[in-house]
Structures are given as structure tokens and as C-alpha cells.
């Protein structure tokens, strides 16, 4: 799928509203602490600047739920973009009330304005049409490079494109191509990776890359729940009681259309989430109560790599352990080391397998990295995504 694009757009000395997806984590201090979403969003905002655009830069940080939150002001994104850009990037501490307004009139062509956090309006997440009038004034041109915020049916991804001629920025009209291959056209062998902590948000996409796939394979804390619907003795691992009967109908639709549910043979086990904790490396079925497992082990690690070799097409997305704790980021870091050696064409998702990339030193290894958790499996879940379908077609 082809999105229009900002290129498209005659930007030359007029006010461009864009959506970017400035949700970067950040510690205590309020230092990002990943500036992936960031950089990502050089390519369109410095198009824009090279054109002759006044730009304002728009987006949420975390949930502040419609109210004003200082833990959640942009203030640090627009310094930490400035030297990323190279060039200054003007703060707004106002989202679309005096403020922002005198500040978008008062851009030249080549300015680069950040607007305050949207979701200090509670019109944002309402997709409230009067907010969204409020927005699309502050500018004559609607740019949409938010990828991960695309499955967000709110007022600055949704309202605001009905309302000013909108175009995809360079990175949602990526996102969306890249992403798009795996459904469309995947070259086979297509082999999917899936970890993280649980099934059941990964249920869907696991319902929709099977028919797609030749194997998936699969760790991290969801895979308990698959162990134990196949009978096995899970100890204290990660389980999801109220998912067994969904799991349990995934495999069968799996057996039948011959899919391989690759799941593991051995685990690394501890009786706490803790670095120093004593650990063990056990076969499945041999995990005993008290015990839970952190990580895949290492016969798994070997036979996931393997896969990832030999396949032509491959996703990733979710740790297979607790990689945050260096004795369990083994398995993680096997699988992302595959994917980094891989000829074939990989997919990383984003959110936690995107940072353990990134920890790794391997985020340039691979294909498309995405910038969308959420938004990269909604799309591979087979949804149309609101922010995608918000914006004309090439
Ligand atoms: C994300 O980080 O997943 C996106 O920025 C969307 O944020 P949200 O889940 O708070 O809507
Ligand atoms: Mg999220």
C-alpha cells in the first residue's frame, strides 16, 4: 500500500501542521533514555525545512489523560530534536489556544516550532471535532509521520486530516509499506518470532500471521501459556488461566493448516525476577513449582536461530526473556542476532525488541526496524489502522 506523501505537497512558505510520535521514554531525570522515534523523524521534518516550510511539530507524550501534567511537557523532546536537527526547534508551552497561534504566525520559512503535549487537551483523545478545528488552523497543510500512534483514533490523527489536505511523512508512509510486504508478498520461507509477557496481546496476530506463515516460533512469558495448554507443568512461569481455550484452538487451527509452532525445549528458570538470583537450565517439562522461567534456553536459542537462518521473510517482535537482566537476555539476544545476520528480508517491531535491538547495537542490522508497538501488530493483525486510512492513497 502507497500513501501520498508530503513530497507531493507545495510547502513553500506555508505553516505545516505535522503529527509526529515524540513518545520517548524518558528516567526520572527527564533524559530520553531511547531517542529511536526521534531520529526516525529527521527524514520529513528536514524536507520540510529544505522546502521552505514553517513547520510545528505536534504530539502526545505518555497518558495524562486531557489534563496538564509537567511530568509529561514536551519541553525536553524540542531540546533533544534541536540537536538532532541541527537547527533550533521553538517550544510552545500551549497545544492550540493564543499561545500556539502567535507562535505558528510568527514562524519564517525553514522554522521549526513543537507545540506542547496533545493529550493536555481533552479533546485529543476524544477526536473532538472543535479541538481538531482548533488545530488545523494553527496551519494550511496536515502532515502525518505518527506511525505509532496510527492505531489512535484521535483528534490530531483522525479530525485534523478532514480538515486540511493531509499527507503521510516520510516515516508512516515506510512503516506502512514495509509492514504491508509481510501480508501481501512475503517471499517464503516466512518465519515469525514472537515473545514478550503475554498471549493475549498477541493472540490476534497470531490468528492472522498463520495463514501467512511456515513457522512461528515462540518465547518469552507468553509461551507458558501454550506450554501448559499442551499439557505441560509450568511451575510459577507466566500464566494466562483465561486463555488456555483460545491457545488452545490456535494450535489446533495451526495442526491443521500445517503451520510449525515452534515452542520451546528448554528454559532458564529462577524462583525470583532478580539479576543475582540462583538459576537453572531445565527442560519444559521439567520446571517445578516455585520455579519460573526468565529466559528460553539455549538448545531453544540454537533451534530459533536456525530458522531465522534458513527463512527468506522474517518478523520479530517481543524479548524471549527478561533481557533487561543480563543472565536472562540470552535468548533475546540469539534471536536478534539471527535477524541482524539474516539475508533475508527482516521486521523488527517496535517497542521492546526495537530497545533490545538498540542495546544490542544491531538496530541498523536489520530491514525495518518499526517505531510502532502497537501499531505494527494492529497492522499485522490485518486491521485497517485509523491514521493510515485517514490519509489518500499515491
Ligand atoms: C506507543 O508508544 O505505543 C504509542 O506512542 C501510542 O501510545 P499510547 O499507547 O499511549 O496510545
Ligand atoms: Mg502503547
Not at 509526529?20 to 533524559?31: A, K, L, T, Y
Not at 508551552?93 to 499561545?99: F, R, Y
Not at 507562535?103 to 479541538?131: H, S
Not at 533475546?332 to 542476532?337: D, F, G, I, L
Request: proline residues 4%; hydrophobic residues 45%; contains cysteine.
Amino acid at each position: 500500500m502507497e500513501l501520498r506523501t508530503v513530497d507531493q505537497a507545495d510547502v513553500n512558505g506555508r505553516r505545516v501542521l505535522v503529527r509526529n510520535d515524540f513518545n520517548v521514554p524518558m528516567d526520572d531525570q527527564g533524559r530520553i533514555t531511547d531517542d529511536l522515534r526521534l531520529r526516525a523523524s529527521l527524514p520529513t521534518l528536514r524536507w520540510l525545512v529544505d522546502h521552505g516550510a514553517r513547520v510545528i511539530c505536534s504530539s502526545h507524550l505518555g497518558r495524562p489523560k486531557g489534563r496538564r501534567d509537567e511530568r509529561y511537557s514536551l519541553a525536553p523532546v524540542a531540546a533533544a530534536l534541536s540537536a538532532l536537527l541541527g537547527r533550533e526547534v521553538a517550544f510552545v508551552d500551549d497545544v492550540a489556544g493564543g499561545a500556539a497561534r502567535a507562535a505558528t504566525a510568527g514562524l519564517g520559512g525553514g522554522d521549526v516550532l513543537l507545540l506542547q503535549n496533545l493529550r493536555f487537551e481533552p479533546g485529543e483523545e476524544a477526536d473532538d471535532q472543535a479541538f481538531a478545528a482548533r488545530l488545523a488552523e494553527l496551519a494550511e497543510v496536515y502532515v502525518d509521520d505518527a506511525f505509532g500512534a496510527a492505531h489512535r483514533a484521535h483528534a490530531s490523527v483522525v479530525a485534523v486530516a478532514q480538515r486540511l489536505p493531509a499527507y503521510a511523512g516520510f516515516l508512516l508512509a515506510a512503516e506502512v509499506r514495509e509492514l504491508s510486504r509481510l501480508l501481501e508478498d512475503p517471499e517464503q520461507p516466512f518465519v515469525a518470532v514472537l515473545g514478550g509477557s503475554k498471549v493475549s496481546d498477541k493472540l490476534a496476530v497470531l490468528g492472522n500471521l498463520l495463514g501467512r506463515v511456515d513457522a512461528l516460533l515462540i518465547g518469552g512469558g507468553m509461551c507458558f501459556t501454550l506450554l501448559e495448554a499442551q499439557g505441560r507443568e509450568v511451575g510459577d512461569s507466566l500464566l494466562e488461566r483465561d486463555q488456555l481455550d483460545a491457545v488452545q484452538g490456535l494450535l489446533a487451527r495451526a495442526a491443521d493448516s500445517g503451520v510449525r509452532i515452534v515452542l520451546p525445549e528448554d528454559v532458564v528458570v529462577a524462583r525470583e525476577v532478580r539479576a543475582d538470583a540462583e538459576r537453572r537450565t531445565v527442560a519444559v517439562d521439567a520446571i517445578e513449582p516455585g520455579w519460573r522461567g526468565l529466559d528460553i534456553g539455549p538448545r531453544t536459542a540454537a533451534r530459533f536461530a536456525a530458522h531465522v537462518r534458513d527463512a527468506r521473510t522474517v518478523f520479530w517482535n517481543g524479548p524471549m526473556g527478561v533481557f533487561e537482566l543480563a543472565p536472562f537476555a540470552a535468548g533475546t539476544r540469539a534471536v536478534a542476532e539471527a535477524v541482524a545476520a539474516s539475508g533475508g528480508f527482516t521486521v523488527v517491531g517496535g517497542g521492546d525488541s526495537a530497545a533490545a535491538l538498540a542495546q544490542m547495537g544491531l538496530a541498523d542490522k536489520v530491514d525495518h526496524l518499526s517505531t510502532g508497538g502497537g501499531a505494527s501488530l494492529e497492522m499485522l493483525e490485518g486491521k485497517t489502522l485509523p491514521g493510515v486510512a485517514a490519509i489518500p492513497s499515491a
